[in-house]
């Protein structure tokens, strides 16, 4: 494998720079630190060096005071380029205390030292401000991409040639805004559409710019919603916000209805992922508005879905429903398929939601169709997903784990990073709902090394959360709680209400196995304020039945019951079919401990009743095993 398949455009470029540096201080002293993430990066890049600069020769470690041995070696050919392999060697310490210490060595004898590193000691070295790391240092960083590729070659082609359009551009004598515009804005696009925010977000900055030059208010706002945009795919949704906002003025002042209407529906989207249910609805409706009063009839049909999608969350499946039928209809009567495919996919959920897997299982399996028949292979991959997700809560591991799988594959074959990150979380979770907990660990371990690269907060997050949950169930509850610890830093500093709350519950459930049933039970509370405030019925039952068994834990058979009941009404009032059958069986536990073994029975078998119904595969078996060892007892 060529060096260049490792690599991103933008790291293609970060090697022309390291080339020219190189060449500039091939009479003078140098070190040079390169960052890389993988084994076969830095093998691949030693060749490389190797091959392709003049004057370098590896260099075989002695000792950790490797500065001192060369500089005090005899007959050493100080013109050479010195290539010295660090990555991930130890004692690391103890070789860059060393090298900082005899760092003067370098420009009295003008050595020319390269150093491979992994990317973590790098960022350290950086970090801690090492004195060597001033005057005649240079640091590079690269990532290992190889599994990015395959079909999203061409994709990557078309960025490579408008990155050459845009060097040769600036070349000429003549230049003029309009062309250069028109360029950079389109490097933007199409690093966009291939998952390089970093790169996409830099030509996007420069498009902003030079609109500005131009007195360009459409391009300008056009920019900035990109911006937006890209910031929200990273999870910097403050940030976010306030592009949005900007293009919105914009839009605003200059009468760009269809923009401005995106602009709302973006800003809606950034307080949905904040967890603000109530703004989230008042921009969407305020899209719908425009779209409905100026004939935008896509545009209409995605914000009626995105309205159903807040309801859903507010756990009002009903007017969530409405609205994605609403949506469809308008999809299907003017053949915005790829719209139409999406929707199906949202009833799904919505029936998944409610426990009717076959309506649910139905409705992914027509958006597959649509997807696949018309080549939509980010949508078809999640919608795999999604299937697979069906699969899971009917306790079929194996197709579940079929379908991640697949859409793992349409993901990493053509470089949807996020996407790729949260299918590798979702198949760790069916690894750990097999017992698996090595696989599940190395799965959301994956994740979290995709998401940390590319700035993916939000999903960080939730890896850290599952990371967390995977040693819980190997019973390191310190581990356990660090990971959520730092997975709830990541949402309380950005906003992310509902993730917040969950990962609050997760924590108590922490405190919980520890047998802290006071800190368990503050945790809970604390993630049920905020579900009650921001409207999370989904959630909010949830936690009310968490805190029915801290006070069953506890011996307070009363209160235990008061909050499952609540629960259990929160559920039955939303048609959340899974969560009434496992509460019915919570509430069968409580009575069993009062010794009311009669009563006991009776909510059991209504358990039993909804997850045959249903066919939740887990809960059938659960209930089947409750009934009988009651009926041995009785």
Avoid: W
């Amino acid at each position: 494998m060529n060096l260049e398949d490792y690599l991103t455009s933008k790291e293609k470029l970060e090697l022309k720079i390291l080339h020219t540096t190189l060449k500039l201080r091939k009479n003078r002293s140098a070190l040079i630190l390169i960052g890389v993430d993988s084994k076969e990066l830095k093998d691949t890049f030693s060749s490389y060096l190797s091959q392709n600069i003049e004057n370098i020769k590896p260099y075989e470690i002695g000792s950790t005071k490797i500065t001192l041995d060369i500089a005090t070696t005899k007959d050493s050919n100080f013109s050479n380029y010195l290539l010295i392999d660090l990555f991930k060697k130890e004692p690391m310490d103890e070789y860059l205390k060393n090298l900082n210490f005899y760092r003067d060595y370098i420009p009295q004898q003008k050595l020319k030292l390269i150093f491979l590193l992994d990317n973590l000691t790098l960022e350290g070295i950086k970090e801690k401000a090492y004195d060597f790391f001033s005057t005649n240092s240079f640091s590079f960083s690269f990532s290992d991409h190889s599994h990015h590729k395959n079909n999203n070659e061409k994709k990557d082609e078309k960025l490579k040639e408008a990155l050459i359009e845009y060097q040769n551009y600036q070349l000429q004598k003549n230049k003029n805004d309009n062309s250069e515009l028109k360029i950079v804005f389109n490097i933007a696009l199409k690093a966009y559409e291939i998952s390089e925010l970093e790169t996409a977000l830099e030509y996007f900055e420069k498009a902003l710019n030079i609109s500005k030059r131009l007195f360009n208010p459409y391009m300008q706002s056009a920019s900035l919603g990109n911006i937006g945009l890209i910031y929200q795919d990273m999870g910097g949704l403050d940030k976010a916000l306030k592009y949005h906002l900007d293009a919105l003025k914009i839009e605003q002042e200059n009468g760009f209805l269809q923009s401005e209407a995106s602009a709302l529906g973006n800003i809606g989207n950034i307080y949905q992922l904040k967890g603000d249910l109530d703004k989230a609805l008042k921009y969407q409706l305020d899209a719908l508005k425009i779209e409905q009063e100026n004939g935008f009839l896509q545009s209409e049909a995605s914000a009626l879905g995105n309205i159903g999608n807040i309801y859903q969350l507010k756990g009002d499946l009903d007017k969530a429903l409405k609205y994605q039928l609403d949506a469809l209809k308008i999809e299907q009567e003017n053949g915005f398929l790829q719209g139409e495919a999406d929707t199906l996919g949202n009833i799904g959920l919505i029936y998944q939601d409610r426990g009717d897997l076959d309506k649910a299982l139905k409705y992914q399996l027509d958006a597959l169709k649509i997807e696949q028949e018309n080549g939509f292979l980010q949508s078809e991959a999640n919608t795999l997903g999604n299937i697979g997700s069906i699969y899971q809560d009917r306790g079929d591991l194996d197709k579940a784990l079929k379908y991640q799988l697949d859409a793992l594959k349409i993901m990493q074959e053509n470089g949807f990073l996020q996407a790729e990150a949260d299918t590798l979380g979702n198949i760790g979770l069916i690894y750990q709902d097999r017992g698996d907990l090595d696989k599940a660990l190395k799965c959301q371990l994956d994740a979290l090394k995709i998401e940390q690269e590319n700035g993916f907060l939000q999903s960080e997050a939730s890896a850290l959360g599952n990371i967390g949950s995977i040693y819980q169930d190997r019973g390191d509850l310190d581990k356990a709680l660090k990971y959520q610890l730092d997975a709830l830093k990541i949402m309380q500093e950005n906003g992310f209400l509902q993730a917040e709350a969950d990962t609050l519950g997760n924590i108590g459930l922490i405190y919980q196995d520890r047998g802290d049933l006071d800190k368990a039970l503050k945790y809970q509370l604390d993630a049920l304020k905020i579900m009650q405030e921001n409207g999370f019925l989904q959630s909010e039952a949830n936690t009310l039945g968490n805190i029915g068994l801290i006070y069953q834990n506890k011996g307070d058979l009363d209160k235990a019951l008061k909050y499952q009941l609540d629960a259990l009404k929160i559920k039955q009032e939303n048609g959340f079919l899974q969560g009434e059958a496992d509460t019915l069986g919570n509430i069968g536990l409580i009575y069993q401990d009062r010794g009311d073994k009669k009563t006991a029975l009776k909510y059991f078998k209504e358990a039993l009743n909804i997850a045959q119904i249903a066919n939740f595969s887990n809960l059938i078996k659960k209930s089947e095993e409750r009934i009988q060892n009651l009926k041995n007892h009785l």
